[in-house]
């Protein structure tokens, strides 16, 4: 739950034009990624960034209710193309940033076929964490997953939701599910691998300028930051797919 909350000041000791602080509501999923990536563009462009982590239902909520966010960073294309369509965002322009996939992981958590899939089409775990597929893309996708599989029906009464994938994390990590789907910050022990054998629906990260910013060149000049190839390498090194890919 910390991470779901969590409202993060990157300062960089260079004062930003009129102390400018551009705020960007980031899916939690990319939350680790995106502290590194708003770190680098205060080292860049000397202004601070404050981040805002939650799920993308959530954020996207907030923003049609007026939140002061100036760059949306969704877990989704959905929320980003209906902030368009009502006006909410600047240069009716969406960047893909990332091309979500999805992991099974456990946590110091061993399994008699000794690893994530296999435990998952054998059934060899109490509880199975996923995100809310009402607010969470990567929580759509993991019931999409289950559903490829033909395992929805059968595990939907072992299925905890977590509100955002930070929160599954939290669930594997605290021993509230053995086994995971998402996309984990950290695991220690237990198994991590793609999601495999099943389909689901492409997770395209798309990010927007929102309208209501009162730094539309600092929110633009971020965007841009994204499509470089040394952010877009840390991208790839934290386990999403680019456009290019």
Same mark, same amino acid.
């Given at each position: ?23 960007? &509501? ?7 990624? =995106? ?15 404050? /981040? ?10 907030? @923003? ?8 949306? /960073?969704? &877990? ?42 296999? &435990?998952? *089409? ?11 597929? =009402? ?24 299925? *905890?939701?977590?509100?955002? *994938? ?6 594997? @990590? ?10 984990? &910050? ?44 040394? @952010?877009?390498?840390?991208? *790839? ?9």
């Amino acid at each position: 739950m910390r991470r779901f909350t969590l409202l993060l000041l990157l300062l960089s000791g260079v004062a930003a034009a009129d102390d400018e602080v551009l705020t960007v &509501a980031v899916a939690s999923n990319f939350l680790n990624t =995106a502290e590194v990536i708003a770190s680098r563009y205060t080292e860049d462009y000397g202004a601070p960034v404050r /981040l805002v982590s939650g799920s993308t239902g959530k954020l996207y909520a907030q @923003i049609v209710n007026g939140a002061p966010y100036d760059v949306f /960073l969704a &877990a989704d294309d959905e929320r980003p193309r209906l902030l368009e369509s009502a006006g909410l965002t600047l240069d009716a322009q969406r960047l893909t940033y990332a091309n979500g996939q999805l992991w099974l992981f456990s946590s110091g958590q061993t399994f008699p076929s000794g690893n994530c899939h296999d &435990a998952l *089409v054998n059934g060899e775990f109490r509880k199975l964490a996923i995100a809310n597929p =009402a607010t969470a893309p990567y929580g759509r996708a993991a019931m999409e997953y289950l559903e490829s599989l033909g395992l929805a029906d059968t595990y939907r009464p072992r299925l *905890v939701y977590g509100e955002s *994938v930070s929160q599954v994390t939290h669930f594997v @990590i605290s021993g509230n599910a053995e086994l995971g789907i998402g996309k984990p &910050a950290s695991v220690q022990g237990g198994c991590l691998a793609p999601a495999r054998d099943g389909n689901y629906s492409a997770i395209r990260q798309q990010a927007v300028v929102l309208a209501r910013t009162e730094y539309p060149q600092a929110a633009a000049d971020f965007l841009d930051f994204l499509k470089q190839p040394e @952010i877009r390498g840390i991208i *790839v090194d934290d386990g999403y797919l680019t456009e290019s890919q």
